[in-house]
């Protein structure tokens, strides 16, 4: 079997190659400086020497000579020092683009490996939920529960399709936002009521305030729900409870919603906002998912003059928090 480089081993041994040519480069660069100047050196030894020591002008040409050498060596200062800067700017842009590219074409990989099993999952699922019933003569509990878990599975399936259409829309700057009065407090109420029915072992806490609207895009304001609930359902252990509340603040309107998972370091807080970026490794990751829903969550946010922050849930979990303003 060949031996392949893993994504890590290959940006080391770039990095390590890179690392080399630009020492080499900067070591040429003196090397041209050094022999430069000793040319220049012997230069100057050579009309010393032809110099006549009764020449009347004898001093005159000696100063000469030197003034020469010297303007040869800030000439050379000058030049190196000039190609010296070009090539660690140089440097540092080529050095940056390559990390760049590296951790794009490993967010891609990521992607494809996450996309694969997140359509193959559910379509599997319903598959072999349908076969059974088809087959089958259930009794009724069991064929509603059958039918629960196909359409948790489907439910699934438009999610993942639903963002990553709009992703690549928002992305290219394709779709264009519809302006218009939300009801907030029906839809939270409407979305959270459709995941009680999906996952009725959890425990829902929810504080949804009365008459709360905003304008905005109800498909985007409805996927930011979506997103940030099923995020919530997917790190929360099973049988843990779901948090959202919906309220006024004196800035605005606040959707908040939590959970009682593993929470998110610190570090990694800033970093799972960014496109297809997901905490672990890909390959032995066990949640589901494909690192689009908070960038979604953000991006839509943001599109609607928001934030989103992340913050502890105490003992333990998450809590993301999206602020509209004021209309």
């Known amino acids: 079997m060949p031996f392949r480089f893993l994504p890590k081993q290959k940006l080391a041994l770039a990095t390590i190659l890179y690392w080399f040519l630009l020492l080499y480069i900067i070591a040429a660069l003196f090397f041209w400086y050094i022999r430069l100047q000793q040319q220049s050196q012997q230069m100057a030894n050579y009309k010393l020497m032809e110099l006549v020591a009764d020449d009347p002008n004898y001093l005159q040409k000696i100063d000469a000579i030197n003034q020469e050498a010297d303007r040869k060596t800030h000439q050379y200062r000058g030049e190196g020092a000039t190609f010296l800067l070009i090539i660690l700017v140089g440097a540092v842009f080529v050095f940056r683009a390559v990390r760049r590219q590296f951790k794009v074409a490993?967010?891609?990989?990521?992607?494809?490996?996450?996309i694969t099993h997140e359509l193959k999952t559910p379509i599997a699922v319903a598959k072999l939920n349908l076969?059974?019933?088809q087959k089958h003569k259930l009794d009724e509990a069991k064929q509603e529960k059958l039918i629960r878990m196909t359409l948790q599975e489907t439910n699934r399936l438009n999610t993942l399709t639903n963002n990553i259409l709009i992703s690549s829309q928002l992305e290219a700057g394709g779709y264009k936002l519809v302006r218009e009065t939300i009801d907030l407090t029906e839809m939270a109420a409407k979305?959270?009521?459709?995941?009680?029915?999906?996952f009725p072992d959890r425990e829902w806490n929810t504080g949804i305030r009365e008459d709360i609207h905003i304008i905005g895009?109800?498909?985007?304001?409805?996927?930011?729900?979506?997103?940030?609930?099923?995020?919530?359902?997917?790190?929360?252990?099973?049988?843990?409870?779901?948090?959202?509340?919906?309220?006024?603040?004196?800035?605005?309107?606040?959707l908040t919603v939590a959970d009682q998972g593993p929470g998110i370091p610190d570090s990694e807080k800033p970093l799972v906002f960014k496109r297809f970026y997901r905490i672990g490794n890909e390959a032995v990751r066990k949640t589901q998912g494909t690192g689009l829903g908070l960038y979604l969550c953000k991006k839509i946010a943001a599109d609607h003059r928001g934030t989103i922050q992340i913050s502890d849930n105490q003992p333990s979990g998450a809590t993301f928090t999206v602020q509209f303003p004021n209309n």
Request: charged share 15%; aromatic share 6%; proline share 3%.
């Open 106 to 114: 490993q967010q891609q990989q990521n992607f494809m490996m996450a």
């Open 131 to 133: 076969e059974t019933l």
């Open 191 to 198: 979305l959270v009521k459709e995941f009680q029915v999906r």
């Open 217 to 254: 895009d109800p498909l985007l304001i409805q996927i930011l729900i979506n997103n940030l609930l099923d995020n919530a359902i997917k790190y929360g252990p099973k049988n843990s409870a779901i948090f959202l509340t919906l309220e006024k603040v004196s800035q605005g309107t606040q």
